[in-house]
Structure formats: C-alpha cells, structure tokens
C-alpha cells in the first residue's frame, strides 16, 4: 500500500510543476501584450510606421491618430521632385462639424511634441479637401517638395465619432525641364492693375494690408480662411479699418465689404448687377485722435472658402487705410508706404491676371519656357457642394516626345498666394495626364478630371517645358478627335 502511494505522489508532484509554470509563463505574455497595446505602432511619432511607395491601407478609430515616418532614400532625386500625399476614406457617417486631418511636419518641429504626439505646432503642410469617388468618400490632397537626407512624418487625425477606412496613397514625381530661351518678350497687349477688381484681387496679407487709396476707387482683397489653430468648420474672424484724413463726415462714405466666392461669380456670369455682401463695417470710435475714422466687423467663416474683401473710398479725398484682420484698439498705425506704382502683368501671364477659362475652347500659342495662366469658379445648376470638372488639351506639333514636356496643372486660390515671378514652386491639386485622343501623329493630347468644391475659385496654367513653340487647344470637358480651327497668331 505503501509503494502504491509514492507512486501516486510522484505524478501529482510533476503535474503541480507544470501547472506553476504554465501560469508563470501565461503572465509573462500576458505583459507583453499589456505593454505593447499600450504604445501601439502609429499611435505617436516615437511608433510611427514607416510610409512605403502607393499604397497604405488602415482603419482609423473615432478620435484616433495614426502616425507615418518617411524615410529618406537611397538615391538623390532631381532638383525640383515633389512628392504627393492622397488621403482617400471613407465619409458616408462624417458630421461637418467634426473632421478629419492630415498633417505633415519635419524633424526639426516633433521634437517639440509631446510623448503622444500632442503640443501646440504648425505643421509644415496640411492636406487640403478635395471630394473623393461618390458621396461616400472624400480626399485630402497635399503636395511638396522632397528634401533628400531628411526625414519627414505624417499625422493622420479622424476627429469624428465613427471609424475610417482609409488608404493613404505616396507619389513622387520629377520637375519637367526648365529650357532657356533667347525668344523675344511678347509685347504686352492687355495690361491688368492688381487689385484693381475681384478677378485680379490682390492676395490679403495675414496681420495688416495699407495701401493709399484714390478718390472714388476701390481696392479688392481675396484670402482662402484657415485659421490653423482652429480645428472647427466654422472659424471666427474680425477686421478693424483706419483711415485718414477724417473730417467727421468723411468716414460715411469710407468702408469695407465682404462677399463670397459664390457671390463674385454669380455677378461676373450677369445674374446680379452688383455683387451682395455678406458683412460690411460699421462705424466706431476706436481712438481719440479727430483725423481718424474707424469701421470694424466681426463674423464666422467657412474654413477652407474663398473670400473677398473690397475697400471702397466713396469721398473726393485720397486717403491712407489700414485694414487689420483682428479687433484692434489704438494702434500705432505710423506712415503708409508710397508704392511707386501698382503691379501691372500682361494678360494671362500671371495668377492675377489670369484669362477666364471659356466654356468649350480656348486656343492659344507658347514660346518655349513660356507658359499662361487661366481662371474659373466652379458652378453647378443641381446645386450640389461638390462638382465634378474636367480639361482636355491637344499640343501640335509633336514629335511624340515633346508632349511630355508641355503640361497644364490645376490649383486652388490657396495654392497661388505665394506666386511670384521667379519666386518658389507652388503646388498644384491636379495636372494634365498622357492620353491619346486622335489619330494625328503631330498632336498630344493630356487630360486631367476631378471633383471640386462648389463656388470656389480655381487656376489653370499651361507651361512649355519644350524646345520649340507649341499652339494649344483647351477643352472644358472629356473630348475625343475634336476640330481644331485655326492656331493662335504669333506675337
């Protein structure tokens, strides 16, 4: 009986062992996956995934943010490459007034974020709304340019109460060639003042705009609001306006008027004899100083819309102004710069002389290194926010390889504020594709199609990358084999 029980002892003894050992071991793995959920991969900057060619896929969680670091590469890329970023997902449950953000920021500004991402930076880019494929999704578009050794993240931020589906697409593309050219300027043939009307409106400088204004004459200002400190659809914002000589009388017929995008072009198509404001200034005293006169206003704005502001003085006096875009009280408002003259281009050779953009066809010729700028508002009869346009170009003569050196792109009003002659790249939000349209071998075609915002002003510039002058023919809409006419005369 005795022998029986050690027996028995031994393989119960062996069986606790393993026992222990097995829940020892459990809460080890236990930990560890404690410990890792709590860090996920993406959730901050210190986890972020490394963003690879095309394609990245994911679900992003109700008030989640999601993290890529970009690497750089092995090779150099040719000066001028950018690089875009399309965030594509899913919108079908998206309340407009919460969002969702893409935001891009270097080395240099994490370090000032918090473990979890978290601080009180500007980002260095922001993906800007573009409708997506149906009502059901919708796109961030950004675009830049590719600084080789350094390294680059993206923060993907879903501020709704719903999870996302998204795919986050990475692109590269390479400058087309500068050419030189000793071709001869054009000589002018329509002169544009800026700032003279709205479609040649002067871009409205954040903080303070001065200017000295005739008698009887108006100067218009546009801006696109996005008060980046400011996550919400609807953002507040204030403008206070100074001027002088004041007589007491003066400051009534002195004012500012704001009018949307909406309402500029709906005025520019004849619909309205004037423009309707949405806001204008009102009178107020804002110093003790007599020679002075003060108008403010304050209101809520769209974030990502196109505005207009339009400084009128209706007195037989010259007067200087100071327009802030704050509520402001005694400023030191000091001497008004006399400009030597109001900036003049030639008609289409700049953003704000850019030609309208005719329905059906619009002919015209390039030099090479040359290029011209077009403008439109979006317009649509169903009323819809978003709307869906399209551009087809032929270029002759081709030789099968210079159509890949002529090229039109698309940009926001937004995109075009930094334009300078000479200046820094700016970054379109679409351009034309290789296609074949014909059966002409001395003609190339491109074709570029895409979903904008309802209202909104919109740039179209053509540029001949190419050695040798091109006539062009720009179609608004998807055209097949159509009837060229007659090429541009030649300046």
Do not use: C
């Not at 109700?62 to 040719?78: V, Y």
């Not at 002529?406 to 379109?428: K, M």
């Amino acid at each position: 009986m005795a022998s029986r029980e050690k027996f028995l002892f031994i393989p119960l003894k062996s069986f606790l062992l393993f026992l222990a050992l097995f829940f020892a071991i459990s809460a080890t793995l236990l930990t560890i996956l404690l410990s890792a959920a709590s860090t996920a991969t993406g959730s901050n900057p210190s986890s972020a995934i490394t963003l690879t060619d095309g394609e990245n896929t994911g679900v992003l969680g109700a008030d989640q943010q999601r993290w890529f670091r970009i690497m750089p590469g092995e090779q150099l890329h040719a000066p001028g490459s950018t690089r875009s970023l399309t965030l594509i997902y899913s919108a079908s449950h998206q309340d407009p007034n919460q969002f969702v953000s893409m935001q891009i920021f270097n080395q240099d500004q994490i370090q000032y974020l918090d473990p979890e991402g978290n601080g009180q930076i500007s980002s260095s880019g922001e993906g800007q709304l573009i409708p997506g494929q149906g009502e059901e999704m919708s796109q961030l578009v950004w675009t830049g340019p590719i600084a080789d050794g350094e390294i680059d993240y993206v923060q993907l931020l879903n501020g709704t109460d719903f999870p996302l589906e998204y795919w986050l697409v990475n692109e590269i593309s390479s400058a087309l060639p500068q050419i030189e050219s000793e071709a001869a300027v054009p000589e002018p043939v329509a002169l544009v003042t800026v700032g003279a009307s709205p479609s040649n409106a002067a871009t409205l400088s954040p903080g303070l705009s001065q200017y000295r204004l005739e008698p009887y004459a108006t100067r218009w200002y546009t801006f696109v609001q996005n008060d980046v400190s400011v996550a919400d659809h609807f953002q507040d914002l204030n403008f206070s306006l100074f001027f002088t000589p004041g007589d007491g009388n003066r400051g009534h017929n002195i004012n500012f008027e704001l009018f949307t995008a909406g309402e500029i072009s709906a005025w520019h198509r004849g619909d309205r004899g004037q423009p309707i404001n949405f806001g204008a200034g009102r009178l107020v005293s804002r110093d003790s100083d007599p020679n002075t006169g003060e108008r403010v206003w304050g209101g809520t704005l769209l974030r990502g819309d196109t505005y207009f502001v339009a400084v009128e003085n209706g007195s037989d006096a010259a007067i200087d102004y100071w327009l802030f875009d704050e509520d402001v009280y005694d400023p030191q408002l000091g001497l008004v710069p006399q400009p030597a003259a109001a900036p003049v281009y030639v008609l289409g050779d700049t953003p704000q002389s850019a030609l309208p953009l005719g329905e059906g066809q619009n002919v015209g010729g390039l030099d090479p290194a040359q290029e011209v700028w077009y403008s439109f508002t979006t317009t649509n009869s169903e009323a819809d926010f978003f709307v869906e346009r399209a551009l087809t170009m032929v270029v002759t003569p081709d030789d099968g390889n210079r159509i890949h050196h002529v090229n039109f792109e698309v940009f926001t009003a937004d995109g075009v504020r930094s334009w300078s002659p000479g200046g820094a790249a700016i970054y379109n939000v679409g351009a034309g594709g290789l296609v074949v349209r014909d059966n002409n071998l001395l003609t190339g075609e491109r074709f570029w199609t895409g979903w904008l915002i309802e209202d909104m002003l919109f740039y179209v510039r053509i540029r001949n990358g190419s050695d040798a002058r091109v006539d062009y023919w720009l179609f608004t809409g998807d055209v097949y084999g159509p009837e060229l006419g007659q090429p541009a005369a030649a300046n």
